[in-house]
């Protein structure tokens, strides 16, 4: 871990993705309401990797589907944070085309934590004003949102090591670039079988094909869930 502000050593962070799925690879149900599919035992390594990181992102419609707060909840992995000098959680980022984000949003709220939105350059001046109450760093990240762009305008800010928890476009693209370094799946013991529900990724090439194998690092059975942790570098 590192201070944000520092300069990293790499060109761009270590990027952990992580992600529960259903046997059938859904991240959610279509309905209103969110689908659990992990259990507390999981939820708590979640957290345990979360205080390891510098930052936390998600896609813009994470923030407006399920509201996260992305903070590290256990007291002791805060209190573990702020002895080595660090904030009690990781700085909140994610990534708009549009720039429909609410301010009311809970990634938003005043609790401690860096806030940073890269936005396609044609958003950023609304989104600018429409944040400027929350603290919130708006970064012209390019027509299109360039996550190369991005990740090395983290690396500028300190962000060693990033965690990047979803949804299903933001998972797709940075798979589909070759960005990831360390892949966690946990599954869950049952089928969603909504065709309208959103999957893990979407269709498209992955450089992660059958000729270039994930290399897997640790399985792990946690009540009823179970996590694959890959490799990718």
Do not use: W
Request: proline fraction near 5%; charged fraction near 30%; hydrophobic fraction near 40%.
């Amino acid at each position: 871990m590192s201070d944000l502000g520092k300069e990293s050593v790499r060109s761009r962070p270590y990027v952990l993705l992580s992600c529960a799925m259903s046997v059938d690879g859904y991240i959610d149900d279509s309905s209103p309401e969110r689908l659990l599919l992990s259990n507390d035992e999981d939820f708590d390594r979640v957290d345990a990797v979360r205080a390891t990181c510098d930052a936390i992102l998600v896609g813009a419609n994470t923030v407006r589907r399920d509201d996260p707060r992305l903070l590290v909840r256990s007291p002791a992995r805060r209190q573990e944070r702020v002895s080595q000098g660090l904030p009690p959680s990781p700085a909140k980022v994610t990534l708009t085309t549009a720039g429909d984000l609410d301010p009311s949003s809970r990634f938003f709220a005043d609790d401690g934590a860096v806030k940073i939105v890269y936005a396609a350059s044609a958003a950023t001046g609304k989104l600018a004003v429409r944040l400027g109450e929350t603290g919130a760093t708006v970064v012209d990240a390019g027509d299109s949102v360039d996550l190369r762009r991005l990740l090395e305008d983290l690396a500028g800010r300190g962000v060693r090591r990033l965690m990047v928890e979803g949804g299903a476009s933001v998972h797709t693209r940075f798979l589909q670039e070759d960005l990831v370094d360390e892949l966690h799946l946990v599954m869950a013991p049952f089928f969603v079988g909504h065709s309208t529900a959103p999957r893990f990724v979407h269709d498209g090439d992955f450089p992660r094909d059958h000729r270039r194998r994930m290399d897997l690092a640790e399985v792990r059975k946690m009540g009823d869930v179970t996590l694959m942790r890959y490799l990718l570098t």
